[in-house]
């Protein structure tokens, strides 16, 4: 296939280009050439700006295969829109990386393709609002329909993890454990986790298009059957370390300015837990996705994690200040030995 990918160089985009490229895939890129600068010498490179509107090189191309990994632009659905309207006679199928957070219904189990989504009658947000992210990606998927109909991919993803993923709330469990010791964990081992592979995502995306499969799907991880206990035991097993797992209740976490989820990964509000780790994958499944083993991603994840210089994670991302986490763990200690006050 000629693919197009629009983006390519930070995390999933890279999967998209490797998984093709190892396919034996013809791969053309576009993005501005500012991130991964060289990652893919032998790949041709498109320069232009989506957030300018500039789209210009794309012009008199045709590809089988556009993907759009827009997320983290400033105005998702005026990029996707402006693109799908530009590709739509170039291109044979567009896939969209969605999200989950298209859904309005956040307070329940097993959302499946079917649970409302964002309304997009009005204009699209500023970026910073609550909830802009899904409203973005929703008016992006509209935006895909009305130029591709049916030859669009709607992907909503899930918790997406593995190796170049820099916002680092999976990466940071899997260092953590590594570096052995006594690790903080919320709640409970039997915290549900829901994670996929990128590469397990992108492999699917290219067997779904090769058989002229398209729609609209949820792509995550298996519902009901991952754990937090069993995520970081496998990451103990995978990295041979001698960490061990002191589970602290949220509600000392909160009493203790721990934050959910971006500074200590996994931990959410239960409501909202139960929407994040058990989305309904069934239909995905019933299409051909197919899931690596756990312990594959931890030990991908962690060889990549050490190829970092140091002090390279970006700012904002996700992860436990060592220090913080000390701090915590002793207040915790002291509470139990009822020495303290929580
Ligand atoms: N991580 C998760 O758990 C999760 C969950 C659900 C969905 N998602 C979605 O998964 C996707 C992952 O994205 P990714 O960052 O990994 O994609 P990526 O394709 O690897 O990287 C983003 C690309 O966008 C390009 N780009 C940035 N600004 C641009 C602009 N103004 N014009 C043109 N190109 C521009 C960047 O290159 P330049 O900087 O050189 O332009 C880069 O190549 C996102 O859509 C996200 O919403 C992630």
């Not at 991964?36 to 045709?62: K, Q």
């Not at 019933?286 to 083993?293: Q, V």
Request: with cysteine; net charge negative.
């Amino acid at each position: 296939m000629r693919i197009l990918v629009l983006g390519g160089t930070v995390f999933l985009g890279r999967h998209f280009v490797e998984e093709a490229l190892q396919q034996g895939h013809d791969v053309t890129l576009f993005n501005r050439g500012k991130s991964g600068v060289n990652l893919y010498p032998e790949v041709e490179t498109l320069i232009g700006d989506r957030v300018a509107g500039n789209l210009s090189a794309l012009a008199g191309r045709t590809w089988d295969l556009a993907i759009d990994t827009a997320g983290y632009l400033p105005n998702v659905a005026q990029a996707v829109r402006a693109a799908a309207e530009e590709l739509k006679d170039a291109v044979d199928y567009y896939a969209f990386v969605s999200s989950i957070e298209v859904y309005t219904e956040r307070h329940c189990a097993l959302a499946d393709e079917a649970t409302p989504v964002h309304a997009i009658d009005g204009a699209p947000p500023d970026p910073d609002a609550p909830e802009a992210y899904g409203i973005h990606k929703t008016h992006g998927e509209a935006a895909v329909t009305a130029a591709f109909g049916r030859r669009g991919l709607l992907l909503r993803a899930g918790l997406i993890v593995g190796p170049y993923d820099e916002i680092d709330r999976f990466p940071y469990f899997v260092r953590r454990v590594s570096q052995g010791g006594e690790v903080l964990t919320p709640e409970g081992p039997t915290l549900p986790v829901q994670l996929i592979d990128g590469r397990d995502l992108v492999n699917w995306v290219y067997r779904m298009v090769e058989r002229g499969r398209t729609g609209t799907f949820n792509v995550a991880g298996r519902a009901d059957s991952l754990t937090l206990g069993r995520l970081l035991e496998t990451c103990r097993d995978v990295t041979g370390s001698d960490a061990s797992f002191t589970w602290i209740p949220g509600r000392f976490l909160e009493q203790h300015d721990v934050g959910y989820w971006h500074e200590l990964p996994f931990w959410l509000p239960p409501n909202q837990l139960e929407f994040w780790a058990r989305i309904d994958v069934s239909k995905a499944l019933r299409a051909g996705l197919r899931y690596r083993p756990l312990a594959d991603t931890i030990r991908d994840t962690l060889e990549w994690d050490r190829t970092r210089p140091p002090g390279s994670r970006p700012s904002g991302a996700g992860g436990l200040d060592r220090e913080k986490e000390r701090r915590v763990l002793a207040a915790w200690h002291d509470a139990r030995s009822g020495t303290r006050e929580p």
